[in-house]
């Protein structure tokens, strides 16, 4: 089975694409539940801020950084909608704000070496597959 990394601007029945159409590699998936660790006086800690999903590539060509750029022209694109695994190991829709780090982005030839995108997830549901 192929994976289902996918991405929308929509959210809508068949507008997502599949990278692997693009094609993209599966991205490395990172997801977390939240943003923040608070310590607390007792010794104990308190989870805090939005759950966030974050795809990496160690390298991406031009035309793949390109395609993702169509999704996100600025540095952050609201109502973004992706297909990812949550930190679970479930395939869930995420309702999300895309995040681009542009300054972050390091260029050998035609690649962009450690490219991350990222994902505040505001909605996910599991995916019914």
Not at 23 to 43: E, H, S
């Given at each position: 089975m ?17 990278l692997?159409?693009v ?25 805090a ?7 990496s ?7 793949e ?22 930190d ?8 999300t704000?895309m ?21 505040k ?9």
């Amino acid at each position: 089975m192929r994976y289902r990394y996918a991405i929308s601007s929509t959210g809508t029945e068949g507008s997502f694409v599949y990278l692997f159409t693009v094609p993209v590699v599966a991205p490395l998936n990172l997801y977390k539940q939240y943003t923040k660790i608070q310590p607390l006086g007792n010794g104990g800690e308190r989870h805090a801020g939005w759950p966030i999903d974050l795809w990496s590539w160690a390298s991406l060509e031009e035309s793949e950084r390109t395609f993702f750029r169509g999704y996100c022209p600025g540095v952050y694109q609201d109502d973004m909608w992706i297909y990812t695994l949550n930190d679970n190991n479930v395939w869930v829709v995420a309702r999300t704000i895309m995040f681009w780090h542009k300054e972050a982005e390091q260029w050998s030839a035609d690649n962009t070496l450690g490219f991350q995108l990222t994902f505040k997830v505001k909605l996910a549901t599991a995916l019914d597959i």
